[in-house]
């Protein structure tokens, strides 16, 4: 079973900065992609950034030059470091991991629980 747990939301104000991380853990020995996902109040989840276990990334334009995603495969944690942050980016934040290698064979889509990132004008 995997299960991945979120951290370091809050309340910040506009041009603020904040960082998430999340970890996951389970008999895991592999995580292809890693990424964070948002939905913000009445709209559908959005991909925010992912990143591979090779080290490449994508970002929504929304957000390129702002926020850094990273990942430690050793640990198998992956972070978003959000900077200048706007109150359109306000939303409930998913870690998501996909295509992971585990002791029963591969595991595909997994969710954490969200964290809130609130940023007031």
């Known amino acids: 079973q995997v299960q991945l747990v979120e951290s370091g939301g809050g309340l910040v104000q506009a041009g603020g900065s904040l960082r998430l991380s999340c970890a996951a853990s389970?008999?895991?020995?592999?995580?292809?992609?890693m990424g964070w996902y948002r939905q913000a109040p009445g709209k559908q989840r959005e991909l925010v950034a992912t990143i591979t276990s090779g080290g490449s990334t994508n970002y929504v334009d929304s957000v390129k030059g702002r926020f850094t995603i990273s990942r430690d495969n050793a640990k198998n944690t992956v972070s978003l470091q959000m900077n200048s942050l706007k109150p359109e980016d306000t939303g409930v934040y998913y870690c998501?991991?996909?295509?992971?290698?585990?002791?029963?064979?591969?595991?595909?889509?997994?969710w954490g629980q969200g964290t809130q990132v609130t940023v007031s004008s």
């Open positions: 389970g008999s895991i020995f592999r995580i292809d992609t």
């Open positions: 998501n991991a996909d295509r992971i290698g585990l002791a029963t064979g591969w595991g595909y889509n997994y």
